[in-house]
């Protein structure tokens, strides 16, 4: 059993950083692929990116790739997604996951366990 809290929203201007956190409790994190997940209104949930047990591989979305940065502290429990340059179309909660393994890492229905996710504004 994995249990996520996220934090680290808020509101911000665009242009603007914030970095997300998602600690975890129990024993497998350290062996589960840890992913980031965003909704916003009016849309269905979408894969932003993920991260391999040992931090040595990632996966991001195409919108995301060079403006966020997933990484992982497996002695502290924390995975982070650090995201720059924030646009108004980044307005969303974003949700941590884990799941193990890596097969279809941005399949949503792949992952066992969910956060209660944290707002994300971004002004313009």
């Known amino acids: 059993q994995v249990h996520l809290v996220e934090s680290g929203g808020g509101l911000v201007q665009a242009g603007g950083s914030l970095r997300l956190s998602c600690a975890a409790s129990?024993?497998?994190?350290?062996?589960?692929?840890m992913g980031w997940f965003r909704q916003a209104p009016g849309k269905e949930r979408e894969f932003v990116a993920a991260?391999?047990?040992?931090?040595?591989?990632?996966s991001y979305a195409d919108s995301v790739k060079g403006q966020f940065t997933i990484s992982r502290d497996n002695a502290k429990n924390t995975v982070y997604l650090q995201m720059n340059s924030l646009k108004p179309e980044d307005t969303a909660v974003y949700f941590c996951?884990?799941?193990?393994?890596?097969?279809?890492?941005?399949?949503?229905?792949?992952?066992?366990?969910w956060g209660q996710g944290t707002q994300v504004t971004v002004s313009s």
């Open positions: 991260i391999n047990w040992n931090g040595g591989g990632t």
């Open positions: 996951a884990a799941k193990t393994g890596w097969y279809q890492i941005q399949n949503q229905r792949k992952y066992d366990y």
């Open positions: 129990g024993r497998t994190f350290s062996s589960n692929a």
